[in-house]
């Protein structure tokens, strides 16, 4: 059997006294969507930043394709293919739509900087490709219509689209999404749903942390659920939505915080046989 498109072995992560992700095992196979849940501060987002480079785990490792890439700094991890969104936008104001996810394809641009300076005739026929893919990325997305608005201008749904954009731009083979749907309402979250599962169709494999369980339970074919940095639970979304270390884990979660009082997992599975995508 091949290796998975990435396994984490045992991995860990310490900032000084705290223990935020422990001896995490799990894999994601290709062509599939994995998420990764578990209540605030178990230790998701760290997870994504220890597979981007963004942080060298400080135990156990990460492979890609059967090879070790722990510790592999932000752009070579880019240049394996896996590329991310974060759970802020982070888009760069100033610039339009079109402009930011044209910024997604820098690790692909062939011409050296000086020849953009002299815009020499290979730089310009590059510039002219990549704003023709750009184009047609943004029609598939349905952001044609706001192409040359300000990005940071748009409705928060929208912003949220503009950052997927981006980082589908570099023909990513792992899209890693930390909270795609937070802040979206539930009908751009229906949306964002469709659009997971048309990328994945697209032979992208998806690894997405999210909060709201109408998309994790609709979109996912596999999920990890961590509490305390730990893996506490790992199957189906039927399995997970039926195990009773995942329901204690979010019942345990404070009062406040609705995003997981609102749509506990029960709750999720029932709406999900009332609405099916
Ligand atoms: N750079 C850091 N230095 C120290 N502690 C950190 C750092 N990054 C994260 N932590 C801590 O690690 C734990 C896990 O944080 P993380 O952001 O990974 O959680 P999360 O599951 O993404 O939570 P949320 O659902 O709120 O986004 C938290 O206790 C957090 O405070
Ligand atoms: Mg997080």
Redesign the pocket.
Known sequence: MSAPLLRLEEVGMR??G?Q?VDALDFSVDAGKVVGLI??????????FNMITGV?RPTAGRILWQGRDITGAPPYRVAALGIYRTF?TIRLFSGMTVLENVQAGLHLQTRQQWWQGLLGTPAQRREEVSQVAQVRALLERLELAHCADENATSLSYGLQRRVELARALIASPRLLILD?PAAGLNDQESLELNRTILSIRDGGVTVLL?E?DMNVVMNVTDHIVCINF?RKIAEGTPEQIRNDPKVIEAYLGQDDDDDDWNDESVAGAAASERRAPI
């Not at 578990?38 to 997870?47: D, E, F, I, Q, R």
């Open positions: 900032f000084s705290l935020a578990g209540p605030n501060g178990a230790g998701k987002t760290t997870v942080y759970q909270e942390v909060h940095g």
